[in-house]
Nanobody
């Protein structure tokens, strides 16, 4: 089992910044990809940004140039620096981790989610 604990959400004015953090803990595991998704009211959950263990990144077009995803592999932690925030960035942000976990003698795939953290951007 892998648990993800998020922090850093809150209320900010348009143009402001926030930094989200997500730390993974639990059994023996290996995480390949960590990322952030968000879900606004009435909308589907969407990918915001993701980063591999090797440092390759992927961003939604709507956040390119404003958000930066980074990762500390030694701490199994992923960060999302959000700058120039807009009201349309308002959503619950979820941390995601994909990899494998050792269960007995076998490595099995995992797709873990955090509990979500609210980000609200006022105009």
């Amino acid at each position: 089992q892998v648990q993800l604990v998020e922090s850093g959400g809150g209320l900010v004015q348009a143009g402001g910044s926030l930094r989200l953090s997500c730390a993974a803990s639990g059994s023996i595991f290996s995480i390949n990809v960590m990322g952030w998704y968000r879900q606004a009211p009435g909308k589907q959950r969407e990918l915001v940004a993701a980063i591999t263990s090797g440092g390759s990144t992927n961003y939604a077009d709507s956040v390119k140039g404003r958000f930066t995803v980074s990762r500390d592999n030694a701490r199994n932690t992923v960060y999302l620096q959000m700058n120039s925030l807009k009201p349309e960035d308002t959503a619950v942000y979820y941390c995601n981790a994909r990899g494998t976990v050792l269960t007995g003698p076998v490595w099995i795939p995992i797709n873990a989610w955090g509990q979500g953290t609210q980000v609200t951007v006022s105009s």
